[in-house]
């Protein structure tokens, strides 16, 4: 066809329009149908499409996630049962309540084993914690620098949690002792504070 006739086609008698006219029409028509459902339908697709796109990265990127924990679980776990043995082994160093009369035998024990004399041994009320009670003992002893050296020695090998504090070390007030002995075996008296620690039975705190 040429220009000339398509200019002289009558928009309201399509019915008059020769074949290839009639074909070109119909050809524009359907371009603009699918064009307008490639707009309206496609595009929400594509939106649709992007939307799940990017929640694919994050399902992917937690479950990396989850497996990365699942992956430290046993490893986590066997350390979870270490921290419980060692915890229950610490517990085992400190005694409870029946126990506690025994130690404070032991550490007077060892007091008298090193050459020391008592002049106190005092212990005093529990003071509670969080899980555990604290004992301490006002010690007051005679001996020599060499003595309270294997007295705290002694203490410290004792198989139960015993500390020592405020240590004080001053000559001895008994008259010319200082005087009449070596100065490795000159007479002192040491004053400390012994704290043993004794767990809390159930009910208690």
Not at 10 to 23: L, V
Not at 48 to 76: D, V
Not at 90 to 105: A, F, Q, S
Request: proline share 5%; glycine share 6%; hydrophobic share 40%.
């Amino acid at each position: 066809m040429k220009f000339s006739e398509i200019q002289n086609l009558d928009p309201s008698n399509i019915g008059a329009w020769p074949t290839p006219a009639k074909a070109g029409a119909i050809l524009i028509l359907c371009a603009l149908v699918v064009g307008a459902a490639v707009y309206f339908d496609t595009q929400g697709q594509q939106t649709e499409l992007e939307t799940n796109i990017r929640k694919e990265s994050e399902l992917k990127a937690k479950f990396e996630l989850l497996q990365q924990k699942a992956a430290n679980l046993q490893p986590l776990t066997r350390q979870m049962k270490e921290m419980e043995q060692s915890f229950g082994a610490l517990l085992r160093l400190l005694p409870n309540k029946t126990e506690i009369e025994g130690l404070l035998v032991d550490i007077s024990k060892s007091g008298l084993a090193s050459g020391l004399e008592f002049d106190l041994f005092k212990p005093e009320d529990e003071e509670p914690a969080e899980f555990y009670a604290i004992q301490p003992i006002n010690i007051q002893v005679t001996g020599t620098y060499h003595d309270f050296g294997q007295f705290i020695s002694a203490v410290a090998a004792l198989p139960r949690i015993v500390t020592v504090h405020d240590i004080h070390i001053r000559p001895t007030a008994r008259p010319n002792t200082a005087t009449q002995l070596q100065e490795d075996k000159v007479a002192l008296t040491m004053s400390i504070v012994a704290k043993t620690y004794r767990y809390l039975d159930d009910g208690e705190g």
